[in-house]
């Protein structure tokens, strides 16, 4: 099992990225899969999470109505599009699947499979 962001850059503010969450080994469909990102200095949060299920995503509220999560079952991607978006944003994102017993889906230690990140940097 393996995951691979890809995407990030520097975008002004307001701009939009589109990142991008390969997945060898498993499929969209097997497992729930979260996007979780990391500022300097500050512990890793949870952004969104889409369920294997039904494809129903949830997302943190600093990024509702800006960031939206979905899977792509032909290239066996998960893909995070985000718009307007804001310095505060500035993060290495990481893609995270198959959820542990016992946590949030926003607790990073309860996620099992995790890819390296890609940088994502908000400046003007």
């Known amino acids: 099992v393996q995951l691979q962001a890809s995407g990030g850059g520097l975008v002004q503010p307001e701009g939009s990225l589109r990142l991008s969450c390969a997945l060898s080994g498993f499929t969209v469909d097997s497992y729930a899969i979260a996007w979780f990102r990391q500022a300097p200095g500050k512990e890793r949060e949870g952004v969104s999470c889409?369920?294997?299920?039904?494809?129903?995503?949830w997302y943190v509220d600093s990024v509702k109505g800006r960031f939206t999560m979905s899977g792509n079952n032909i290239k066996n991607t998960v893909d995070l599009l985000m718009n307007s978006l804001k310095p505060e944003d500035t993060a290495v994102y990481f893609c995270?699947?198959?959820?542990?017993?016992?946590?949030?889906?926003?607790?990073?230690?309860?996620?099992?499979?995790w890819g390296k990140g890609t940088l994502v940097t908000v400046s003007s």
């Open positions: 995270a699947a198959e959820r542990l017993g016992g946590t949030k889906w926003t607790d990073p230690k309860g996620w099992h499979y």
């Open positions: 889409m369920s294997n299920n039904d494809g129903r995503t």
